[in-house]
């Protein structure tokens, strides 16, 4: 878009003109010529001719189209018009066929067209610049959709970056206090447990920056996770996982499901013993996916009141509109036991 | 290019005359005035004037008599009456029988005429065939005195050529053949225009007829 930008530079419209107003000289001078050669007087007559169509085409850029934005402005656009064209070939034909004359003594010409014929001359002319000005606005206003449309796209990316670097520090932030508890017990599982912790900074750092990722990776992301947190609040927890095997090599927007588990294992009873604390079940349908998860609701285990979902379930909401808008539902539902997120991504 | 070799008999009679394919005078503005008719004299010579479809040498252009068969034709009555107004002008010079049809027009304050060769005796026509021009004169007259001043052909030949006037013609430069092109309003709008210019009519061989009786 850069290299083109010339073409809107001040110097380039004056430049469109005069090769413009160049080419119709030309033009009419070859029109105008009396016999096989061109004479002076045929230049002469050329350019005085063009006196005559130069204003009516300038007044009718530059003030009159402007009118037609207007509700019936195209009434008086027309009456303005028709009164300027009659009054350019009415001076037209009484400067050649009269004041020419006293003005350019020693040439001799006329006017050789009727005042319908200069008319209609001078209409010809309005039109096609008309015509010619509304192509270049229409390929303005072309490049300024597309430019709004790129700002648009650069916007909305700018702002899916934000959303996940605001899942980052959330979920680190709760897996570094899981390794803080283990550390203090002196668990021997620590070495293994920074090691995972180490594939999902990778994942975090390297591979979830991509628009979109392997379902593989994001699903072994939520394994990954729901170890660590195993690990730090004891074997007795009680997970059931239903994962498809095979993924086809389907590809999602990057840390997208992991906040539902996230928010599971922050709300949910993780003390209780009976039953299983979380349930959670993937399914993939041709190129769409069923993302279902549940938990019994248990005591908060960060400072602060915080409400189900909070920041980071908001997030998700904003990013599926923006990444599969129209192409998603989202289903959050809660009553006195349990918490319940079904989450649907439809086929492009 | 058009075949523009004019009328021999123009030339040798009215010097620096200006050809013209297409005539100055319609049917709807033909002048007639009967004033005009008769014989008049410049030097030695005889003009006979007469209205042209009383003229013996006439040839009415359409259905001379109106039969039911032959019907004449709304056309054909208003060329009659077209040709009703116009005159034949017959002169003898050097030898040579020349007869011109002639018309008069009124252009803005000025009254022209145009003379086209109608009938030229000559033993030889050297080139079999020849394509006749308008000549044109503007017109001052009385009773007794007719004054023509012809468009000064070499002025505007010399005008066209050097760039200054602007008129659409034709130049064939073998010959030294130059024929005005412009259609009867361009020409119109010309003489309207420069009919009293005097650089473009000759002013010093005005032809002067004068009334013979």
Redesign the interface.
């Known amino acids: 878009m850069r290299n083109i930008d010339f073409i809107h530079q001040r110097w380039f419209r004056v430049l469109q003109h005069l090769v413009f107003w160049t080419a119709s000289f030309l033009v009419l001078l070859r029109i ?1 010529r ?3 050669e061109i ?4 230049v002469l ?1 050329t350019a005085l001719f063009h006196v005559f169509l130069v204003p009516p085409v300038y007044l009718n850029l530059r003030s009159f189209v402007h009118q037609l934005q207007k509700k019936w402005g195209w009434v008086l656009y027309v009456l303005k018009l028709a009164l300027v064209i009659a009054l350019f070939s009415w001076l037209n034909l009484m400067f050649f ?2 004041w020419s ?1 006293a003005l350019f003594p ?7 067209y ?1 005042w319908v014929e200069l008319a209609l001359f001078i209409f010809i002319y309005v039109a096609l610049t008309t015509l010619i000005k509304g192509t270049r606005s229409w390929f303005t206003v072309t490049r300024l959709r597309a430019e709004m449309e790129e700002m648009e796209k650069e916007k909305v990316q700018m702002e899916l970056s934000a959303l996940k670097s605001q899942v980052n520090p959330h979920f680190l932030f709760n897996t570094l206090n899981g390794i803080y508890s283990m550390t203090l017990a002196q668990d021997g599982r620590l070495p293994s447990t920074v090691l995972q912790l180490s594939d999902l900074m990778r994942y975090f750092l390297y591979e979830a920056g991509d628009e979109w990722v392997p379902l593989e990776k994001e699903v072994s992301l939520l394994k990954n996770y729901i170890a660590l947190q195993k690990i730090r609040l004891g074997d007795h927890l009680s997970v059931n996982l239903e994962l498809p095997e095979n993924l086809n090599g389907q590809r999602i927007a990057p840390l997208l499901l992991i906040t539902f588990v996230e928010n599971a294992f922050k709300h949910g009873d993780k003390q209780r013993k009976k039953g299983n604390f979380l349930e959670m079940k993937l399914e993939t349908q041709g190129g769409g996916l069923d993302f279902r998860i549940a938990n019994y609701k248990g005591k908060v285990d960060e400072t602060g009141e915080e409400k189900y979902g909070g920041i980071g379930l908001e997030n998700v909401k904003r990013r599926l509109a923006l990444l599969y808008p129209g192409k998603h539902s989202l289903a959050v539902k809660e009553d006195d036991q349990r918490f319940y997120v079904e989450l649907k991504l439809y086929e492009a | 290019m058009k075949k523009i070799i004019l009328a021999v008999a123009m030339v040798v009679t009215i010097t620096s005359c200006t050809a013209s394919l297409y005539p100055i005078v319609e049917e709807t503005n033909v002048v007639y005035a009967r004033e005009i008719l008769g014989k008049w004299k410049d030097d030695g010579t005889v003009f006979q004037v007469e209205q042209y479809l009383a003229s013996k040498n006439r040839s009415v252009p359409f259905g001379e008599s109106d039969s039911l068969l032959n019907p004449v034709t709304a056309e054909q009555r208003r060329a009659n009456i077209f040709m009703g107004k116009s005159y034949l002008v017959t002169f003898t010079e050097n030898g040579i029988k020349q007869v011109y049809e002639a018309r008069m027009t009124r252009i803005g304050k000025w009254l022209f005429a145009e003379f086209m060769p109608y009938k030229i005796d000559l033993d030889e026509d050297p080139f079999g065939n020849y394509e006749t021009g308008y000549s044109f004169a503007r017109v001052e007259y009385n009773s007794n005195k007719i004054q023509l001043y012809f468009l000064n052909g070499d002025k505007i030949k010399s005008l066209v050529t050097s760039g200054k006037l602007k008129i659409s013609y034709e130049y064939e430069r073998l010959f030294d053949n130059f024929l005005i092109t412009a259609d009867t309003n361009e020409m119109r709008a010309f003489l309207e225009k420069y009919g009293g210019d005097a650089g473009l009519f000759n002013q010093q061989d005005v032809v002067t007829l004068t009334r013979q009786e």
């Open positions: 105008f009396s016999g096989p004479h002076e007087v045929d007559y066929q009269d004359a020693g040439h001799y010409f006329i006017s050789y009727t």
